[in-house]
């Protein structure tokens, strides 16, 4: 009976190299696949909210919250699970190492990831919250294109107040803290979550991704200029953005 020949160290070289190149050229696909992963999750966590906000109008005449700081708690008994609150890719609250704009917020008690459109608000007539007229409101969400007015999406805070003016973050996660003046909001939710863009629900209950630069040509309130400087139609070019952002879409 023969010697059993064992493998020399040459082959085992030549394995553990072969593995190695597979699992080079294999990781960057399983990354991708566990981004893309995340994404539809919070897809489908946003789409849950669509039935939350509908029931609350229904059980209000037909209004959003007339308070930004309200909405929380307004909401609360219109859901049962919390981890709809949160992106798949911002779960740890910031006071628990969470990376600035891909970390939760918490508020009152609450935290997540998702914010409101500030213009969402059913406040007093004869009352401006920061630089919000009442007029430009958006009160209920029977209006005309609501598949083109933000309502609920994700947010490093609770919400934002959006111009279109506001100044695109210089590096991803910065974004203006509160300041009562509502400036440079939109870096609240100009934040690479997902691949060059960040999920929301809209107006009229639909979800989908918007690219950040996209976000400059949603209808954030009834006068939102939708052509203002930081879109195509408003003359903005590639090099007009901060590095990290030029390489995405144009819209």
Not at 16 to 36: C, G, N, T, V, W
Not at 52 to 60: A, I, K, P, R
Request: glycine share 10%; net charge positive.
């Amino acid at each position: 009976m023969g010697r059993r020949r064992g493998f020399t160290l040459i082959e085992l070289l030549v394995v553990i190299a072969i593995i190695a190149l597979l699992m080079a050229i294999l990781m960057p696909s399983l990354q991708r696949a566990r981004k893309q992963a995340r994404a539809v999750i919070c897809l489908s966590h946003l789409k849950e909210w669509g039935p939350v906000w509908s029931m609350y109008c229904g059980d209000n005449n037909g209004y959003f919250p007339r308070n930004i700081s309200l909405w929380p708690r307004a909401v609360r008994s219109y859901y049962s699970e919390p981890g709809i609150c949160f992106c798949t890719m911002a779960v740890q609250p910031y006071d628990k190492g969470g990376r600035w704009g891909y970390g939760a917020w918490e508020y009152d008690g609450m935290s997540g990831s998702y914010g409101l459109n500030q213009w969402v608000l059913n406040v007093p007539k004869t009352s401006t919250e920061g630089r919000r007229a009442p007029e430009n409101m958006w009160r209920t969400p029977d209006v005309p294109n609501a598949n083109h007015i933000p309502l609920f999406l994700d947010c490093a805070t609770i919400g934002a107040t959006v111009w279109p003016e506001d100044k695109p973050p210089q590096y991803d996660g910065q974004f203006q803290p509160y300041t009562g003046n509502n400036y440079d909001e939109m870096q609240r939710v100009c934040v690479n979550r997902h691949d060059g863009g960040i999920n929301s629900l809209f107006l009229d209950y639909s979800v989908r991704k918007v690219g950040l630069k996209e976000l400059w040509t949603l209808k954030w309130h009834r006068k939102y200029n939708t052509a203002g400087f930081w879109t195509k139609a408003g003359g903005a070019e590639p090099e007009d953005w901060p590095k990290w952002m030029r390489t995405f879409k144009d819209y």
